[in-house]
């Protein structure tokens, strides 16, 4: 770990006032949550900021749902999200995304802001033995395009980084259309979710829209016809407590045996959470016989990219898709 | 007397000490004015470093020392060998020239007042290399045979053949000829590696993660040239490590030489991703299985030819093809053990070393002869039952397969699978139930132990043996109090010390046989001696009366046995999975498996064992993959999030383990063979096959992942 400076500010306009920037290697300043994600990228010495800025206890961790939405306050768990009735009721695929992330403990202690902006698991992005990693030090090269890159994205990817966005919480986020609450220093403002995280072109090592000084203070899912029979799906290489090799949110109105509307997301193929509007139009009015989503799920396939060991993906994200529409559909 | 307390479910005696934290372990041994070391390691597979600074190193906060292979001291380097060293090549020498032979090979150490000093200063180590052209892909490699014939002895020699194995196979009715591949898997127990080096003069000791202590003294001392009974070397507790911890790894080197060299105590650990590169790892193999029989189902031909991932400087190889070799019953057999050269590092013993990988093998081509010949793969082993081993010409000490067969299939309710594969099924899920044939040898080694009497009734009893988590100390103070007729409590039983009496490496399934023969003739010793001098018929009563400590040092050593008779553990597993056919995922759903093993001194334990060898199989069938980048040799995914390991959720809620009744009286005085490698031994060729009957997909190549079966 390299030697830095542990800010503890009383309040949040003192916090804003560091500048600090997530989500990007070259800021000086970060801020620290839960630290889940933070500890290690410090420990494998992938992040070297000079200045680390405690949000602990500066930020709302209340959860409040109304007939508006759900708000949940940047500081909430994924713990206490996850177990919260209102979204275990009302916005299932929240709670089951959660309930397949990570493990009890790190739920305990782990942020929603912190979750939506916690770095790729690309793994030579946190081996820093490679040299070349474009998102940890901007034009250095890529390692996983000519590499072992089963972990990567199909999808959103760029020639200079095709590293995959690991949360799960993000993708049942965008099925809903959520959006975030930003504040800064110059005050606060709304940006969808879908809107939130940024592609990487040639900028991979920017990851989010946040301008420097700015935190995410709340997460918003407004209330919607579809929310309640919502469903997440996660394909891995075990029964838990593994990242998403291919995961789908889906989140339907149904009437009665037809799709009135669709909300379609998947993870761990995308370099952003990635939401598929051509599967959801394809979707809305059609049944759920499986031929009839087969071919609306291949919508999705649309421009995707393998490089080799993540070939599979492109298949395997239809049939995640296919699956979790049918089950989503067969619910009550 | 007490009852007989060998083949009682006693807990572990040091259970409390572990659930309660009191059990230390290496890195948590506190020693005074102790320094922390940070290993800098290369980040190129060959080559020569051209210049390392370490100027920002030496002045960071806290810094006591940073060496590299400039300002190192010259080390003696003696030759030593020990057991589990590779006969051919030599170790690393550490930061002894400016040489790289693999990724993540240590090139300096920084040594600071914290660790996170140390870790700091390491990174500002500034290195620059010359590389030279290395080989890390294993697909482009032509392997070689080792350069010594016999490699270890005449256990595993790298050719054999009897009969006409090409022609019967050519001339075979029904054949199956396929190649299979394991890719490098890392032990990954839960304690990582860790050492503690404290000289006093030339005096050292060590507290450190091992399965054998007096090795690590005898090549530390050769390594600093002076004589092993000046190190010391203390590992009560060992946190797991299925081998790892058998060879002594450059860190416990460097951590001598950083004490030396700081003039105070030094402790190195490694970090997960560092397990990856400081201790060997159960290499990449392929191996090719023809197979020819009669229609009838009888073996006519069988064909193993594998070959496995080694170092440049030392030649290590496990004993991939020992078992086709006797397994079954067959008059034309070829087997040939090949090595591909890598500038990787040495690979080593990594539970049931070679029995795992080449019965995954040699278990997955019967099955397909089953599937090819419309025969019950049980049935097909029965047809091909040996009545000896037919390789070394020898009747087996005992060999109960048939009745593991028997009660493993009734327990697992084998007679109600339906042949075809995807015939079985639940809800969307495929059902596949699959089984496999497995073995180890039964090991037994010179070993000495010490039972001291006391006047109070309670006896001590040393061996300089390890328990790294079968339950040593536990079945150790078994067999003594046993012996003794004390009750368990009264009973001490100490290991992990170089202080003790010397035992054999803790590896090869061999503790049980060796370490327990030797205090069961100290116990028997002690006992006779002080009812003979006590003049009583029970010890507490002789010793009461003695007033006075008896003590009892005993060697045992094999006899004969071995030039008689063929002496392994069989066993047979059965599993069952459920593939979801869309999407890939598989999930094993039961395991059961019966084992002909000898005795079983404690079926606690040895079901403990058994059990986790079932989930170290899953892992092997499913998920285990050191990934290896071709290009440098690194592997990216050197962490436990992207190596995957079973968690919970991935252990079966049944698994059922069956010991079957075996009094073999040749292999050891105690009549045990040890169940900790055979235990994952068959396990993966059980689920693929269970795979490969749920959808009728033959995977070939581990682990099998969701991608693989789409
Ligand atoms: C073992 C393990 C397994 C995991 N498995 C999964 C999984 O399966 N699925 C999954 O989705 N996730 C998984 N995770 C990731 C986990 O969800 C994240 O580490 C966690 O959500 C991060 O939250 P935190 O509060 O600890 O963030 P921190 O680690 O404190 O911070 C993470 C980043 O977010 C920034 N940050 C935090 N809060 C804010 C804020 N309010 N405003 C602006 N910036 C902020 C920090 O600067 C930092 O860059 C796993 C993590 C671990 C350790
Ligand atoms: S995919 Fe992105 S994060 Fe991974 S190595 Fe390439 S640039 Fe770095």
Known sequence: MHTFILERPRDLAAALAFHA?????DAP??????????????????????????????????????????RLGAAATMADVAVHPAVVEQFPVISEALLNSASPQVRNQATMGGNLLQRTRCPYFRDVGYAACNKRSPGSGCSAIDGENRWHAVVGTSDDCIAANPSDLAVALVALEAGVELRGAGGQRFVPLIDFHRLPGNTPHIESVLEPGEVIAAITVPASSTARRSHYLKVRDRASFEFAVVSAAVALDMDGGRIRAARVALGGVGTKPWRVPKVEAALAGGSLDPAVLRRAAALAAEGAQGRGHNDFKIELMQRAIVRAIETAGARA | MTTALIGQPVSRVDGRQKVTGRATYAAEFEVPGLAHGAIVRSTIAHGRIASINSVAAERAAGVVAVLTHRNAPRLAYRPHKGAPDPDVGERLHM????????????????????LEQANHAATLVRVSYTSETGTTDIERIEPVLPTQKNDQGQVRPPETRRGDPEGALAAAEVKVDYTYVIPRENHNPVEMHATIAAWDGDRLTLWDKTQWVHNVADEIAAVFGIPAENVRVVSPFVGGAFGSGLRTWPHVTLAALGARVARRPVKV?????????????RPHTVQRVALGASRDGRLAALLHDGYQETSTYEEFSEALLNASRFLHSCPNVYTRHRIARMNVHTPTYMRAPGEASGIFALESAIDELAVALGVDPVELRLRNEPEQDEFKRLPFSSRSTRECYRVAAERFGWSRRTAASRSMRDGRWLIGWGMATATYPMNYA???AMARLLPDGTAEVRSASSDMGPGTWTSMTQVASDILGLPIERVKFTLGDTRLPRAPVHGGSMTMASVGSAVQAACRKAREDALTRGGANDVTEAMRRLGQPVEASVDVQPGDASQRFSMHAFGAVFAEVAVDPDLGETRVRRIVGAYGAGRIVNPKTARSQCIGGMIGGIGMALMEHSVVDGRNGRVPNANFA???????????????????????????PLGVKGVGEIAI??????????????????????????????
């Open chain 1, 21 to 25: 920037q997530a989500g990007r290697n």
């Open chain 1, 29 to 70: 300043a970060e801020y620290i949550a839960g630290g889940t994600d933070m500890v290690q990228l410090l420990q494998e010495h992938v992040r070297r900021p000079e200045r680390l800025v405690s949000l602990a206890g500066l930020l709302d961790g209340h959860i409040e749902a109304g007939p508006q939405g759900l």
């Open chain 2, 95 to 114: 930061l002894q020239d400016d040489q790289v032979n693999h990724q993540g090979q240590p090139i300096a150490l920084v040594i600071a007042e914290t």
């Open chain 2, 269 to 281: 650990m490694l970090s997960r991703r560092e397990m990856y590169y400081g201790v060997g790892y």
């Open chain 2, 446 to 448: 010179p070993a000495s």
């Open chain 2, 642 to 668: 992207e190596y995957a390991v079973p968690v919970h959720a991935d252990a079966p809620s049944l698994m059922d383990v069956i010991f079957v009744e075996e009094d073999d009286p040749h292999v050891n």
């Open chain 2, 681 to 710: 031994v068959g396990v993966a060729p059980a689920i693929a096959n269970a795979i490969f009957h749920a959808t009728g997909k033959r995977i070939r190549e581990l682990p099998i992942t969701p991608d693989k079966l789409l």
